[in-house]
């Protein structure tokens, strides 16, 4: 098994890219975030990752993440409304994707969720550091 194709992260990355929920033209990364507009990444964050445990062995799970964004941001309306816009649809987006179950290729994955609106983390003059938090939800078999 390739790590680091088959990793939970990769998945959702390749999901994203797939799926045009990005723009091709703008780079997603793991770990790191650039400072140029417009950047995203997938950043893990710290949870229990077990939501429930079956007496069988199986587990439900969690893997929690936020998806950022570096864009561009100033005293214009429009523009900081299209930052915002961008993660409305990303939450319609991704509810449609469930209903349709078209999901990050993780294995017994159930859904993908947002866990927020997404918010503006940071800013400078010309750019905005935006975040959302999302999760997947799969399950486990017994080890």
Do not use: H, W
């Not at 790191?32 to 995203?40: R, V």
């Amino acid at each position: 098994m390739d790590t680091k194709t088959e990793t939970k992260i990769n998945k959702i990355r390749e999901y994203f890219i797939k799926n045009k929920i990005i723009d091709e033209d703008s780079c997603i990364n793991v770990d790191f975030l650039g400072e140029e507009p417009t950047e995203f990444a997938i950043m893990p964050i710290p949870v229990n990752p077990i939501v429930k445990k079956y007496i069988t062995g199986q587990s439900y799970r969690q893997f929690v993440f936020q998806l950022i964004s570096r864009n561009f941001y100033s005293a214009d309306v429009m523009q900081n409304i299209s930052n915002s816009a961008f993660y409305e649809k990303l939450c319609e987006l991704i509810e449609l994707n469930n209903k349709k179950r078209i999901l990050p290729d993780i294995d017994g994955i159930d859904k993908i969720e947002c866990l927020d609106n997404g918010a503006i983390l940071n800013t400078t003059t010309n750019t905005a550091q935006y975040s959302i938090q999302m999760r997947i939800l799969y399950f486990k078999e017994a080890i």
